[in-house]
């Protein structure tokens, strides 16, 4: 079972690469428009071919983690599922690991650097092109495991060619929310609309039951209203 | 002194590091492509005619269809006239949305509602729709003066997805997830069109291609105006259009309320066309990406794209849905985004227009020189005599 | 006025007896998409030289230098050590020996001053002779030492300046490029890095190629210096000549030096350039003739007043 993550992530990694080279960086000087557009197209493309490959039927998924419904820790009164702690110890170990990555290989400093100013960090010696088809191989392996983790823990519990959407809008609103250059930002922006959502929900009655997504992107848009490049995101100065 | 001319040579990434000594341009006779066709020319005149008349042709032949297939036709026209919409925002101002498909449902809602709880006429509710969908589109707008880019499309998704959550929370006035049905007798065609019970689908089809053209005449004025250019610089680079004195202020939200108006006219068609409404099947952010899907192929910032895109959203599923098990749909609309991106930026539209015009091209009319016999004044043969020699090439910076 | 083009004749300083120049470039072309910037230019630096290139704005300095660090495509030849090199990257331009300094800093701004440093050294191997390198230039520039944990989008502009010089130095390159280092800093912090430059080349033996708009403290430490003008080299030739010749001074430099070893008058007023010249070169017309005009701005002492000369030009294909 934690082969089969390993293989999965390893092609999730091949993946990102072979779309950074090819459809990425012929496009990324152009617009983020045209960025956005396709990933999106990749998006649909793929998940299309998901269910033109393996059929559009829900496939039963192997658990990775104890997911019954007496698996859980009793902290004060409430429950904690076990899944539930795994998937947290699962975040606090990606997060850890990036942030080793980032701050103390030189890898990481690289892709700082190009982040900041791709042109000057070539000038300084570091291969753009590498560092950033690697990047996008580290982002693609990291999906790779968020999604084996994820999908027994949401509806409808198996592999369904819907679910994908969700996390798809999740996923980018988490990371605009919290600053596209923060992975600090992601985590807290994620966690944070995630449980101000909950609260609200259930303790403000207008709303009623419906409007849980409503309400996380609408808390989104406030905030990005007072920081528009995101919680933790750096401004950036334009220069006409 | 000379120019020393060196070959031209191409790189890598398509930069062209030195052009070439230039060469005169073929002129084979008269049959020298592209053609060149001055506007008000007797020859442009001629091509607007029968352009109009392919376009009537056109229309006519859709009339000529069997119910469903005109059906199809009205489906394609309410998704174009909404395509439409959403060009004004994406295609020209450069504000991606992925929420469309809430001022879609808003105005085919306010229609519903309208027609099914206070028994409305159905045309009476489309002026309406227009107001509400307007408003609405200023409000999600709003935030476009301090969010750009991709954050911006954070603001268009939250609308996205509300909406149809909205539908379900008051589902009192909305059906909600049960639907809002709108009964064929409240649809009746009215006595002054000429069409009666039983012909409600060709009457939908006429009135479709009517509130279409009204659409893409508006449109046009709007691209062709100071506004359309204000739009236009927006979208290239905004810092630019605002040190310019564009009013990015008051530009973005009204854009964005004018896109939604339109939007929300093709929600009406549909509602009526589909005559009942339920949001989670037809306003959901899928629909969003679809909308948005069907403006990038069918042709960003062209007039004619959102029809392109129509018939694009409606026509490959309903033919592909037996291939790769339904699924084939997706992948061909995600690979022509990809397609779309790389290989013509502005659509199938945009592509078209640049194959036609290798073989015609439409030119400036020849400006009509003043005749210096009709002046007299001394200021004017003053003037005259000062200005320096004439060359129209003084002044052209390069490109 | 010498009429346009024609290169003042100044006798060329031979290049020491059988030494392969660091860098050497043959009939350099380049430019930006349609617009033609450099029209062959032929140039060396030798190891342990410093050569200057003077030019006014827009004479195509920088676009010299980014072509020669492959950040824009070229034609002709670039030759390194002897060897042509093909069109590469600028990473692969530093593995080579070369560096530099762009216009405008390039400063890392989101990162702090030590990463900047970091990053310079990113083609290096040895962490432990990296870090003691980073300690000796925060030695040399002790405001950079004072601020190493600063990000560096703060510093000041002669701060910048100092950690992009720093930087690209991290790289231990051969040949040091620097465009306009001076642009927009106090004299007194121009001084302090050109005496830095000067003690590089001693001390280490780096090449220098310095592209600058104001000379006189580039020709100060000069070995060999280039003019360039709209794009080719108009005169060239060893710094002492050029320091020295009174009509090159006058002709292209623009003002008079002051002191006491150079012969000959010397006015006590500083003068601005003579007149700077403006090269369009437009599409061809109906006929298909290229047309090209210079237009030649000159500035009279004391009042700025502009006279417009006008002078029109047909090229024949």
Known sequence: MLAALFVAMGVGFLMGVVVERSLIRPVRRRSENAVLIIGLGLFIALNGADGWIWGPA?????????HATSDYLLVGGARLQYDTIGIFLGLVLVVGLLNVLFNWTSLGLQMRAVATNPESSSLSGVNVGRVLALSWGISAAVGSFAGVLLVPVLP??????????PILIFASAAALFGGLDSIMGAVVGGLGIGIAESLLSGYVTILGGQLQLGVALIIIVVVLLWKPTGLFGTRRIERV | MTIPSVNGEETEDGASVVVGQPTRATRIGMSALPYTIRRKSVAHVVLIVAGLAAGVGLILWGGSFGQFNQGQLTLVLSYAIAISGLNIATGYTGMISVGHSAFFGLGAYTTGILVVNYGWNALATIPIALLVCFAAGVIVGLPALKIRGLYLAVVTLAAGVTFPELVDRFAGLTGGSQGLLISLTQLKPPD?????????????????????IIVMVIVHNIVQSRYGLAMMAVRDNELAASASGVNITVLKPITFGVSSAIAGVGGCLFAIYLGSLVADDSFTLLTAVTLLTGLVIGGQGTRFGPIIGGLVVVYVPYY????????????????????????????????IARLA??????IPATPQPFSPAARSSSVDSTLASNAPPHDPSIGTAPD | MSTPGSAAQIPLAPNGPGQVPLLELR??????????????????VDPDEVVVVLGANGAGKTTLLRAIASLIPHIGDICVDGQVVARSRPDDMLRRGVGLVPQGRGTLSELSVRDNLRVGAVSRASGREVAADIERWYEVFPQLGK????TAGTLSGGEQQMLAIARAMMARPRLLMCDEISMGLAPLIVTELFGVLRQLNKE????????EQNAELALDIASRVYLLEVGSIAASGDAATFRSNDAIRRAYLGYLLRGTDHGGDFSRSFVLRDYIRIHLCARRDGAGHRLSQFLDYKLCPGRVRVVLLFRRMVAEH
């Open chain 2, 320 to 351: 592909t849905s037996s291939i790769g098990q339904g699924e084939s749909s997706a992948v061909l609309f995600g690979v022509a985004l990809i397609l779309v991106i790389f290989l013509a930026p502005e659509g199938l539209m945009g592509g």
């Open chain 1, 58 to 66: 829900d496939k039963v998924f192997p658990q990775l983690l104890p």
């Open chain 2, 192 to 212: 002054w069109s000429g069409f009666t019970i039983g012909q409600e689908g060709e009457w939908l089809y006429w009135l479709s291609v009517v509130l279409l």
């Open chain 3, 147 to 150: 601020r190493r944990g600063q």
């Open chain 2, 357 to 362: 015009s290798k073989a015609l091209v439409v």
């Open chain 3, 204 to 211: 280490s033996g780096t090449a220098l190629l310095l592209v």
């Open chain 3, 27 to 44: 009939a350099l072309r380049a430019g930006y998409g349609a617009a033609n910037v450099l029209h062959g230019i032929d140039l060396s």
């Open chain 1, 156 to 165: 409808p519990n198996q592999l369904d060619l819907g679910q994908f959407f």
